[in-house]
Every structure is written in C-alpha cells, then in structure tokens.
C-alpha cells in the first residue's frame, strides 16, 4: 500500500476543463473519481441494503462519528468487528468526525480551545468531543478514511471569526495527528476552513496542506452560501491543494455542484439530498426535478426518468410509486430513494466518462440544457 493505507492514482485530465479522472486505492478496495459518496448516517444508508447500494454502482459510502458515538457506541462497534463487519458492507468508508453535527446543535454546545461541550439531541446528556475523542471514536469505527475534528463555520460569519476558527482547525488537525493511532490501516485527512474569504482559504490551505497527509478536504462550504461564492472559494482553493492526493467536498450533492466541482477538480462529494428529498417524495431526473406525489402523476403510467435504467424506473410507473407514496407504504419511498442514488452515481460514472472524452465543459452545457431546474 505504501505510505500510506490510502493513495491516489492520477488516471487523465480534462483537456477541455482541467477536471481529473482518478482512482484511490484504499484497504477495503479502490474506487474511481470523481465519485459520490452515498451517506449511511447510524451505519446504513437510508432505505438501502448493502448490496442494493452496491448493484448501483456506489464504491464508497460515509458513516457518520457524532451518530454512531451515541448510539450504539463506538465500543460496540469496535466489539463487532468495526464498521464494515457491523454493516456488512466490504467496500471502502469514510467517517466524518463529528464537527458538522456538534457545530450544528448550536444553542446546544460550548466551543473551547479543548473541544466541544454538546448536549445529545437523543436525550439531552452531557458531551465533549475533542480532537483526541474524534480519533478514539473514528479509530474503533475503523473506516478507510477518517476526518479530522475541525471547526465548521456558519454563513454568514465575520472575517475576525472565520480566522480564529480556521486558526484552531489547524491546531486541532495537529492533535489529531498527534492522538491517530491506526496510522497504517486508516488514513486521516485534515480540512481546509475559512468561510467565503478568499484570504482566509488561500490562508486555511497554506496551513493545512503543509501537514503530509493522505487527502485534504474542503470543509464549510453548502452550508447556506450562494452558489458563486462556493465556486469562487474552490477557484481560489483547489490550485493551491496537492496533485497526487485526494481532494474531497464536504457536503455537497446537487446535480449542478458535482458538475461543477468536478470541472474545478474536486475528486469526492457526499451529501444526504438523494436519500432526503426521496423520503420527501422528489426525484432527479434527466429533465429536472420531480415531485412523484403531485396529482398530476396519478394516471402516469410512464417511468420516472424515461432516461433511467435504475431498478425503479425499469419496472414501476409514476402512478404507482405515487400510489405508495400516498398511501404510506414504504416500498414507494425506498424506489424514490432507490433512483436518486443511481441518478447521482450514474451521472459521476457519465462525468467520468465525459473526462476520457475531453468534453466535459460540453457535458455540462448539454445536461443543464435539458435538465433545468437545479436542485
């Protein structure tokens, strides 16, 4: 494997765009990018068997830290085998650390220079998560990949903030790197910060990727900022971010961001969206979003995206899966769920492609042109 359990493999570069086409190679197989990771919040991901998700397409998926430390507990995990035992998933996971949901409980937690004091959303108990506890937990979790304890900062924030934040990111990642003890089985990536600062990102990189690390990630971004100034901010990041490693998104999953971070040479994207908006009712299709429970589709006996060779398109009607939705049957939302997972992993599989090809700008302009509406 290397140095490090977890390495990245340069495969071809967009002559149209500058987006790559890659693979990264990890202890529990490798998978191609630009990829999107299905998230499985408590060790599934909603709706989904492992093998569904794996007869899909998907070769990565994300657990979460915060969840999985509540309950059941990172130690029963560990009892278990570890996260891929526990799920009976043998591809590659990733685990985030935690941050985002501590930082999102907001009225909720205390932020000191040690960690996070939080109250549990479950039953209201006493927390801290610190950069040590982050790596003790993802350690027992036993994912491929395993973030760092960062700060996540809200939009929209001062600029005096925003520096402060990234400044104990960084110290932070120097903890956790410090406390990380499966350095030869699970590789650590630290998070790049600073709002929507071009200075502050330029300043969060520098910082960041100065620590030799197996990947890098983008963090506090898709948390409310318009869509330009994410872009603008990846403008700013990306060049500044080592070639022969992995640079990864957090949180993002929109049609329109993958696309986009993809052309600004983005390797891995997660998001709940495709598992949220299908419990909803709301598909993706190839023409723009659909809401399956509308009236209109009561007597549609067409596919949800005649484009899709997803399971639920190949073998269910509009009309019928607005059935089941209506009448609280979960089969119906497991097809919603079902079809926006394969719409995402299919469309990053056409943007693979589109990369060999060298018309991913092209790609681009064709797939808006039909589908629109963005998500």
């Known amino acids: 494997m290397g140095k490090y359990p977890v390495t990245y493999e340069l495969i071809k570069t967009c002559a149209q765009t500058g987006a790559r086409l890659g693979r990264v190679h990890t202890p529990h197989g490798s998978f191609d990018t630009p990829a999107f990771m299905p998230v499985g919040t408590q060790a599934t991901v909603k709706g989904m068997s492992p093998d569904e998700l794996d007869s899909m397409g998907a070769q990565i998926i994300l657990s979460n830290t915060y969840h ?7 130690k029963i995990v560990e009892k278990a085998g570890g996260l891929h035992k526990f799920m009976n998933w043998k591809r590659s996971i990733l685990t985030d650390s935690g941050g985002f949901q501590v930082f999102s409980l907001s009225e909720n937690r205390k932020i000191s220079e040690e960690g996070v004091m939080f109250k549990s959303h479950i039953d209201g108990s006493n927390h801290m998560f610190s950069p040590e506890k982050a790596m003790e937990i ?23 903030y925003a520096e402060k934040s990234l400044e104990r990111t960084t110290r932070w990642l120097e903890r956790c790197m410090e406390s990380h003890a499966n350095k030869d089985s699970q590789a650590l990536f630290g998070i790049i910060q600073g709002g929507t600062f071009d200075d502050l990102r330029i300043k969060s990189t520098r910082q960041i990727t100065s620590y030799d690390l197996p990947g890098y990630a983008i963090g506090g971004l898709s948390v409310g900022e318009p869509k330009g100034a994410m872009y603008s901010m990846l403008e700013h990041t990306v060049p500044m971010m080592p070639a022969g490693k992995p640079r990864y998104l957090m949180g993002v999953g929109s049609p329109d961001c993958l696309i986009e971070g993809s052309i600004r040479g983005i390797d891995m994207f997660d998001c709940v969206l495709p598992t949220r908006i299908g419990r909803n009712g709301t598909v993706m299709t190839s023409r723009g979003r659909l809401i399956v429970r509308d009236a209109a589709n009561a007597e549609d006996f067409g596919p949800m995206d005649p484009e899709c060779t997803c399971y639920a398109c190949s073998n269910f009607s509009r009309a019928y899966i607005r059935h089941l939705i209506k009448a609280g049957e979960m089969f119906g939302l497991r097809l919603a769920t079902w079809h926006n997972l394969h719409f995402l992993l299919d469309l990053m599989k056409q943007i693979r492609e589109a990369i060999i090809r060298d018309r991913l700008g092209d790609f681009r302009d064709e797939f808006f042109g039909k589908y629109g509406y963005l998500i």
């Open 68 to 74: 999985l430390y509540l309950r059941p507990g990172h």
């Open 138 to 160: 993802q350690n027992a979790l036993g994912a491929d990949i395993i973030m760092a304890f960062d700060e996540c900062t809200p939009y929209p924030c001062e600029h005096d």
